[in-house]
């Protein structure tokens, strides 16, 4: 059966002649002295465990489908998480498939031949000359190092466990089970621990974005200029992120002034004032999808006020106890406490709370003022394993190879009258990528700034000395 080709409407209808003619004349182009991916060796150790946990069970994990934009037009493609660190491949409409014997078999859409069809000219979603060209079956089993066989072979009519919500036509077909939940959480928690090529990628990853925030505080003078200030530093850094890696690993967090008090700003749309603080959280994703996570709050006018400095240092302080309690057998959990006393006791100096520490830690009035969590595991998702079990994740302990982000703020919002006007408007996070190691924790985004100080000094040298 051949499937209907994805075309314009407004296409004008192909002769029996052009057909013909679009049949032939083409060079052979097939590549020879493919050599396997840097990722194969570790995505077929990560296929054996995943067989291993569910023996002589077919299990099935999808690449994922085109999204639309707007009417024919659609999102670049990224994979499922899952289905990139089992393989390696990028492919929209993939399927990774691990039968009952242990076998595993990555079915495609391979290139489409120029001797039949009219795929390869006329397809807009799929042909080679709207889309590019993709691997052909033997290219694809070397690339990867797996099986491969043609998609349209894939028998949906089996048993079998899905991770499901990521091509809906392979939900429609395979009949659901009760152990497709099951197979979703192992799948994000046998990505907790982080391998060695992981980290090298995380690591990458983590130097561009340090490069990122370079051409941003260069690119000041300029985005202090615009009216879109903000844009301006989006664009800045998400060209960083292109050059060196597939795109941002979300969207950019681009906040001066109040904006810094809405955690998820992304419409960056606002101007920048010298006064201000902008809060920069930006993230290079790899080729390989692994992103980084760094926050970073930074005077416009490359000095802190002293308002601004005295809040900045207690994020700090907040942030330095945190990264300490890093280490194998801690618990997850006990970083972000460890930040949060030091936030309260900030807090109760200051007088904006009453009461002691271990009083505003049980009532958590001090919420109100910082909102969310200090950290997340961090990989293939910014927010990664989100669907493991909370007794192996956020009630869990740490151990060697969790890479994670510390990132407290302080979010003092312009309206809250509990607070001077002075405070109102400021908001501050400070976020940094650590691998925990056998003995402690190594600080990924050592490369950027921490302390004030640090933060002016590393300011003027890259503007040039601009005070």
């Known amino acids: 059966m051949t499937e209907p080709l994805n075309i314009g409407s407004h296409d004008l209808p192909i002769t029996d002649e052009l057909a013909a003619f679009m049949r032939t004349g083409w060079a052979d182009t097939r590549r020879t002295g493919v050599t396997a991916l840097p990722i194969a060796p570790w995505a077929a150790k990560r296929r054996a465990v995943l067989a291993a946990r569910f023996p002589g069970e077919r299990l099935m994990v999808p690449a994922g489908t085109l999204k639309v934009r707007s009417n024919d037009s659609d999102y670049r493609f990224r994979p499922h998480s899952a289905y990139a660190y089992l393989t390696g491949a990028g492919e929209p409409d993939d399927v990774l498939v691990i039968e009952p014997s242990g076998e595993a078999v990555l079915y495609l859409r391979p290139r489409s031949p120029r001797a039949e069809g009219q795929e390869f000219y006329r397809d807009r979603r799929y042909g080679e000359f709207w889309a590019g060209r993709r691997p052909d079956l ?24 899905v991770l499901r919500g990521v091509d809906p036509s392979v939900d429609a077909r395979v009949p659901r089970g009760d152990g497709d939940a099951e197979l979703e ?62 795109a941002t690993g979300y969207e950019s967090i681009v906040a001066a002034g109040a904006h810094a008090c809405v955690l998820h700003w992304i419409r960056n749309d606002g101007p920048l004032a010298a006064g201000d603080l902008l809060l920069l959280d930006a993230g290079v994703e790899s080729d390989t999808l692994y992103t980084a996570d760094v926050t970073r709050t930074l005077p416009l006018s490359g000095r802190f006020t002293p308002v601004q400095r005295q809040a900045y240092e207690l994020v700090y302080e907040a942030q330095t106890a945190a990264i300490a309690t890093l280490r194998p057998g801690a618990r997850f959990r006990d970083f972000h406490q460890a930040a949060m006393r030091v936030i309260c ?68 919002q312009p309206d809250d009258l509990t607070l001077p006007e002075e405070l109102r408007g400021i908001g501050i996070r400070i976020e940094d990528d650590l691998t925990v190691t056998a003995d402690g924790a190594t600080l990924m985004s050592a490369a950027l700034p921490r302390h004030p100080d640090e933060v002016e000094s590393w300011m003027g040298a890259l503007a040039g000395g601009r005070p």
Request: net charge negative.
């Open 138 to 161: 033997a290219e694809a089993a070397e690339l990867y190092q797996v099986e491969c066989a043609h998609i349209r072979d894939l028998d949906l009519d089996r048993p079998a466990r």
């Open 185 to 246: 959480t192992f799948l994000s928690e046998m990505r907790l621990v982080k391998d060695e090529w992981e980290v090298g990628e995380l690591q990458s990853a983590v130097d561009a974005t340090a490069r990122g925030f370079e051409d941003v505080v260069r690119a000041l003078p300029h985005a202090l200029a615009h009216p879109r200030g903000e844009r301006y530093l989006e664009g800045v850094f998400g060209l960083r992120a292109r050059l060196e890696g597939n």
């Open 345 to 412: 006791a900030g807090l109760l100096d200051w007088g904006l709370l009453k009461g002691s520490v271990d009083e505003l830690m049980e009532t958590g009035l001090y919420r109100r003022y910082t909102l969310c969590s200090s950290g997340h595991m961090l990989g293939l998702d910014v927010h990664d394993c989100a669907r493991s079990r909370a007794e192996v994740y956020l009630d869990g302990v740490l151990e060697e190879g969790h890479v994670l982000t510390v990132e407290p703020g302080l979010y003092f």
